[in-house]
């Protein structure tokens, strides 16, 4: 049987805390990452059974560089980009980001 898994990449654990609940509710196990390295290294192990990935924007994380990194790649789970951060230069880049082209089709 499939597992389903919700995909949490978070530097500093807040939002994992919050899709935790919402991930049982459904049935799915939640598996959580706190760098980019970490996901990267995941995507290689155990990436067929994710059903959707929450990406807390942090620099920490290097979140720019897996949405470009996720741009490139075909038949993959849709992705919830939630950031914390206002009126910077970070969080507008996100924000054109999110008007990619690739993400019409989620």
């Known amino acids: 049987m499939k597992r389903s898994v919700v995909l949490v990449l978070d530097a500093?654990?807040?939002?994992?805390?919050?899709v935790a609940s919402a991930a049982t509710t459904r049935n799915c196990d939640l598996r959580f990452v706190q760098t980019s390295k970490e996901f990267f290294h995941f995507c290689t192990?155990?990436?067929?059974?994710?059903?959707?990935?929450?990406?807390?924007?942090?620099?920490?994380?290097?979140?720019?560089?897996?949405?470009?990194?996720?741009?490139?790649?075909?038949n993959t789970p849709p992705i919830i980009v939630v950031s914390a951060r206002k009126n910077t230069a970070w969080a507008r880049s996100c924000n054109d980001m999110a008007r990619w082209p690739a993400w019409e089709n989620l």
């Open 12 to 18: 500093d654990a807040d939002t994992a805390r919050a």
């Open 45 to 74: 192990e155990d990436f067929e059974n994710v059903i959707a990935i929450i990406l807390d924007i942090d620099p920490k994380m290097h979140g720019m560089a897996i949405l470009e990194a996720w741009d490139a790649c075909e």
